[in-house]
């Protein structure tokens, strides 16, 4: 009976890691964000979520961008894209993106600096495209 208790602890102790596990969001897939909303210009995302780091790309209309320095704690994520400014050109553009996962919406704050200069935050939102948005039945 000694020996039961502590393995049953054990166990039990290990079943609460794994559902601790799996109660983390999981942004894998293809997000689209229409920026702002009364515009028709779309930015998508592509997400792949490999243990807490998330990495993937961002399709804006002049190309992709590489994710860099995503990771995702519970239903937090956070992440960075690195381009170069449309004008003028040279300088390098860095959004900081962090918000809540929560079903099939990211919502959070975007931050942007340029050459290390602050250029403020926004309230950002993504919606994770799924089968229905695909053919245009919902969204």
């Not at 799996?22 to 702002?36: A, F, L, V």
């Not at 790309?57 to 992440?79: C, E, H, Q, R, W």
Request: with cysteine; proline share 4%; charged share 25%.
């Amino acid at each position: 009976m000694k020996r039961k208790l502590p393995t049953l602890c054990l166990i039990l102790a290990l079943g609460g890691l794994v559902r601790a596990q799996d109660s983390k969001s999981d942004p894998t897939g293809t997000w689209k964000q229409i920026n702002p909303p009364s515009q028709t210009r779309e930015t998508t995302f592509t997400f792949k979520l490999q243990g807490h780091t998330l990495t993937g790309t961002m399709l804006k209309s002049y190309g992709p961008i590489a994710i860099t320095n995503g990771v995702v704690k519970g239903d937090d994520v956070t992440f960075q894209t690195l381009h170069e400014a449309s004008y003028p050109k040279g300088k390098t553009v860095t959004e900081t993106c962090t918000g809540k996962c929560s079903g099939d919406t990211i919502s959070g704050n975007l931050a942007i600096e340029v050459d290390g200069t602050k250029f403020g935050t926004h309230a950002w939102e993504i919606k994770r495209e799924t089968a229905e948005s695909k053919d245009g039945a919902s969204k």
